[in-house]
Each structure stands twice: as structure tokens, then as C-alpha cells.
């Protein structure tokens, strides 16, 4: 910010377009890893910066629509960042400490230009994505999101942060009705979230994941009793014959009879 407000705004510009064009060339930010924990710094304070970028209102006329800047915020952090940490780019401490700031990323992102992804609406009318590449990454963030849900080895911590932003979508942005995610990605995010309960995994965080559970489910609960249960059955080879799920739709009784189902899931699987 203090680049942002004290230099000139051309200067800003030159210097946040040379800075993308580095971060945009393929395996770069893998390269950067590579050079041990001077590079983890490099690559951790580009992600800061990028973070603060797209969040203050004094940076906007850096991600003006058009810009490079934009283009080259939304490929580090959707593509190279992304392929580097699935590659294990650097060692395991320094992976978790990178995904941590990447999830932020993502979810600052998300939350501050989501006019990036999808057309502003009024009532009544269509909601549609802005273009092609942005739908594309939009469903690189939900791919993001879903598989930080099947790790088994990301620290509570950041497994609860995850699901905290997530709902935090749907409360600022109604993530959970667009049309793309409801009908190709809220099933799979359910199932994920009911199969991370029943291994035990995080059984810690289990009131976070029933509320997020709730919450997905509520906007459409027909599809969740009709379509989810038995698919999350059929996956164990079981049916309602053997494990019944109340059809309760209110907050309470919803979560105790989640939690029921899966407990229940657990004895006779």
C-alpha cells in the first residue's frame, strides 16, 4: 500500500507489470522455490503483495479490467502457484506454510473481485460468468476448495479456515445458488464433507462441517435426500434399507440427524 499511495501511479503500474511477467512464465514460481527458503520468501511476500492489491481500494487502477496486473494476479495464483504446490515444489513444512497463504489468496480474491468472475445482476435476470477464462477460473478456486476438503493431511486449522471462507461465500456472493455450482460441483462438495466425517478425519471440526453441510444442502433439499443420500450409501454399498436419514429440513434437528446418519453409517459399514 505504501508503494501504492506515495509513487507515481504509471511508476506503480511499470513496476506490478514487470513483477507478473516474472510470476506468469511457466514453472517460475517453482523455480523460485528451488532456491531454498530465500526464494519461500520471495514467493510468500508476492502473495502478500498480490493480496493487497486486489483488497485495498487505493490499488484498484492497478486490476483495472484490462490490465496486465490483473491478468498476471489471476494466473499465479490459479495456475503456477497452484501446479507448484501440487508438485511439492519445496519441502513439506514450507508446502503447508504456502498453501496457507494461497488459500488467502484465493478467498481475498474471490471475496474483493468477484466481478472478475460473474456479471454484475439485477432482479430477474441470468447470472453469467464474464467470459470463458473466468469461468475457467472460477472453477480452478472451487477445485482449490473441494480438494483442501479431501486432504486428510492439512492442519485443522486450515481445514477450519476453509470451510469458514467457503461459507463465507455463500453469505457474501450466494456462492451456493449459481447455477455452475449448484448443479456440477454442490454434490461433490457434500459428499466430500460427509466422507471426511466418516473416516474420522476431522472429527474435531465436525460442528463446522454439519453446519457447512446444512448450509449446502439447504438450497436444495429435495436433491440432497433424493440424489446425495444415496449416492453417499450406494459408495458403501448400502441402502436406505440399512441406514435411514430423518428428511428433517430445520437447522437443529438437521444437524442431530446428520450426525446420527453418520454415526449410524460408521457401525453397520
Known sequence: EVMVKEIDRDLAVTIMEK???????PNSVATLLGFGKGGMMVVLKLMKLFGTIVTSPSASFLVSESSNVKIGVLQMSFDTLTQAISAGA???????????????????ILVSKWKWFLKP?????VIEFQTDQAKQYFVKAMEIFITSFQDA?????TYRYNLSVFNDLQKTHNLYTIPLFRTEMLN?????????????????L????VFTVYNLASVDFENFF???????????????QHVVF?????APAFSNSLKGFINDVKVVN
Open 19 to 25: 513483477l507478473v511477467a516474472v510470476t506468469s512464465v
Open 90 to 108: 519445496t519441502s513439506a513444512s514450507q508446502i503447508l506454510d504456502l498453501r496457507d497463504i494461497h488459500y488467502k489468496l484465493v478467498f481475498q
Open 121 to 125: 445482476i439485477s432482479r430477474n435476470q
Open 153 to 157: 493431511t492439512l492442519p485443522p486449522a
Open 188 to 204: 461433490a462438495f457434500v459428499l466430500t464433507l460427509m466422507d471426511a466425517m466418516t473416516d474420522g478425519s476431522r472429527q474435531i
Open 206 to 209: 465436525q460442528d463446522e462441517i
Open 226 to 240: 433424493v440424489q446425495i443420500i444415496p449416492a453417499f450409501l450406494a459408495k458403501r454399498q448400502l441402502s436406505a
Open 246 to 250: 430423518d428428511p428433517v429440513t430445520d
